[in-house]
């Protein structure tokens, strides 16, 4: 069965950095497009970025452009996503998430249960 | 950017109602939405993809339509498990967006 498993999240004061990180298993992880998608707390979902199955195809939220890097190691299965110049704004739980595919290209089937990032001096 | 706009923001209904929930896109999002259900604690989990076709084990209660900006969810008859909040997102163009929310509870 399919699993994502977040991790990385935790407390940084603003500015700091933090390195998310999602450990897929139960598909062919490279065979698929990744994202990751934020929620804050008691607040609606925001798409954060996309990577592409080999890596060569990259999108990034406006609010995070220039700030946040997505990545990928297909040999490790994992998904990361580094986190720069963080703002209060940026508190919230975050999720990896599978692409549908094929079938219906950026549409979410499978998500993690989150990582919480906490920006707070 | 599409923005998607969703009403009513809650809907009270009763076991055994039927639901529609709307999703209005401020550009043509063609067929390309998507829809979502989300309980408190949980991750989203995907009901229905490209306006209308229900995701894998979806029950056939739920069904989508629309198509370009105006889109809707409708729960045939509610059942207790359906009471969550449900989003809809686009993905016709960059960025993907997501709608604000409509919040389904018990009346």
């Known amino acids: 069965q399919v699993q994502l498993v977040e991790s990385g999240g935790g407390a940084v004061q603003p500015g700091g950095s933090l390195r998310l990180s999602c450990a897929a298993s139960?598909?062919?992880?490279?065979?698929?497009?990744m994202h990751w998608v934020r929620q804050a707390p008691g607040k609606g979902l925001e798409w954060v970025a996309v990577?592409?199955?080999?890596?060569?195809?990259?999108h990034y939220a406006d609010s995070v452009k220039g700030r946040f890097t997505i990545a990928r190691d297909n040999s490790e299965k994992t998904l990361y996503l580094q986190m720069n110049s963080l703002r209060a704004e940026d508190t919230a739980l975050y999720f990896c998430?599978?692409?549908?595919?094929?079938?219906?290209?950026?549409?979410?089937?499978?998500w993690g249960q989150g990582t919480l990032v906490t920006v707070s001096s | 950017e599409i923005v998607l706009t969703q009403s009513p923001a809650t809907l009270s209904l009763s076991p055994g109602e039927r639901a529609t929930l709307s999703c209005r896109a401020s550009?043509?999002?063609?067929?390309?939405l998507i829809w979502y259900q989300q309980k408190p604690g949980q991750a989203p989990r995907l009901l229905i993809y490209?306006?209308?076709t229900r995701a894998t084990g979806i029950p056939a209660r739920f069904s989508g339509s629309g198509s370009g900006t105006d889109f809707s969810l409708t729960i045939s008859s509610l059942e207790p498990e359906d009471f969550a909040v449900y989003y809809c997102?686009?993905?016709?163009?960059?960025?993907?967006?997501f709608g604000q929310g409509t919040r389904l509870e018990i009346k």
């Open positions: 997102q686009q993905r016709s163009s960059w960025p993907i967006t």
């Open positions: 990577i592409y199955e080999d890596g060569g195809i990259i």
């Open positions: 550009q043509s999002a063609r067929s390309y």
């Open positions: 998430a599978k692409d549908l595919g094929s079938s219906s290209w950026h549409a979410l089937d499978y």
């Open positions: 139960g598909f062919t992880f490279s065979n698929y497009i």
């Open positions: 490209d306006a209308s």
